[in-house]
């Protein structure tokens, strides 16, 4: 049941003890978005933990680093940022078919929560977690703003996608103004730093990418064994996907990257027009018309001939 901010108020200040789950592969606004909301809870005199399936990338320790919560059986089940209860990973079987409250951004949210509060339009789910404190009156300290503000930034690829928000660009005004965030420093370690491997894999990439359906469709397929070859890993490889659309003509890019139990996830970027998450939708998967994922069963072959079969559909429509 999708429901409004102050009924999301009211199940926040009536609740105790809670976990708060994030999707696997973790990214800036999930983590942003999970220990954001943990801070909010805290100045609700609710304690609260957040968990992931996966851990929390090093880069990411300046909002993880003062621990995910205590050890308590929860009362309380909410999920930020996951449209669908699968991408809860572990944490699926345990709290998925419980989930009290899902606070999420993306249209595809499948409803599994017992209340969902959904702003599809929103850059990112810190976006509508800043509102909601906003909203509630509830202070917002300058951790929970750094966490906040990080999601906001990650999602809208430092505020240069096309899902940027004019109040994306208000909070961060807001952030800057009120809580003396560090911006310059989050997005130098959200966009600018990485590891040497992953500089070599930069040039990697670019010479792997392929380009099919003349061009309009750029794939770039990282197997397990490149990634040991090139001492990187699954999550060193996250952001990567932005990068198949910088190719000239492309209009959809893929990154392949293969799990270790073999399995392909897909991140599906589109240029302009195309709507990556109806395309996705169709491989079982979704999220954004920009920015979509899947996973896909197979040899790296059929992978890639179903992908392309796909896209070619997609593009003749
Ligand atoms: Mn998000």
């Keep these: ?28 606004d999930c983590i ?22 996966d851990p929390f990338p090093a880069r990411y320790d300046f909002m993880t680093k003062d621990g995910a919560g205590e050890d308590f059986e929860p009362q309380t089940i909410i999920a930020v940022d996951i449209a669908d209860v699968s991408l809860m990973g572990k944490y699926e079987e345990i709290y998925g078919d419980r989930v009290q409250l899902c606070i ?44 906040l503000y990080t999601g906001i930034a990650t999602d809208s690829g430092c505020f240069k996608y096309d899902c940027t928000t004019p109040r994306a660009h208000e909070i961060a ?15 130098r370690y959200m966009f600018d730093v990485k590891s040497l491997g992953r500089m070599k894999l930069e040039g990697y990439v670019s010479e792997i990418m392929e380009e099919h359906l003349d061009g ?52 599906f970027r589109s240029a302009w027009d195309v709507n990556v998450s109806a395309i996705c939708q169709t491989l079982g998967g979704g999220g954004h018309a920009k920015a979509a994922g899947c996973t896909m069963e197979g040899s790296l072959e059929e992978v890639k001939a179903t992908l392309i079969e796909t896209v070619r559909k997609a593009l003749s429509e």
Excluded: W
Excluded at 32 to 53: N, P, Q, T, W
Excluded at 173 to 187: K, P, Q
């Design 104 to 147: 999420d951004h993306h249209i595809s949210n499948k409803d599994y929560a017992q209340r969902t509060l959904l702003r599809g339009e929103a850059t990112a789910a810190c976006e509508v977690i800043y509102d909601l404190a906003k909203f509630m009156g509830v202070k917002v300290t300058r951790h929970c703003a750094m966490c």
């Design 216 to 267: 309009k469709l750029a794939i770039v397929a990282v197997t397990q064994d490149m990634m040991k070859e090139l001492g990187i890993t699954m999550e060193e490889l996250e952001g990567f996907a932005p990068l198949t659309i910088q190719l000239e003509q492309a209009e959809v890019g893929v990154l392949l990257r293969e799990r270790e139990d073999g399995v392909f996830k897909c991140s």
């Design 32 to 53: 942003g978005a999970g220990f954001g909301l943990k801070d909010i809870l805290a100045e609700l005199g609710v304690r609260s933990r957040v968990v992931c399936s």
């Design 1 to 28: 049941m999708f429901i409004s901010f102050s009924e999301a108020e009211t199940f926040l200040r009536n609740c105790k003890d809670a976990v708060i789950i994030t999707h696997q592969t973790p990214d800036g």
């Design 173 to 187: 005004a807001e952030m800057m103004r009120s809580y003396d965030i560090n911006f310059a420093r989050i997005n």
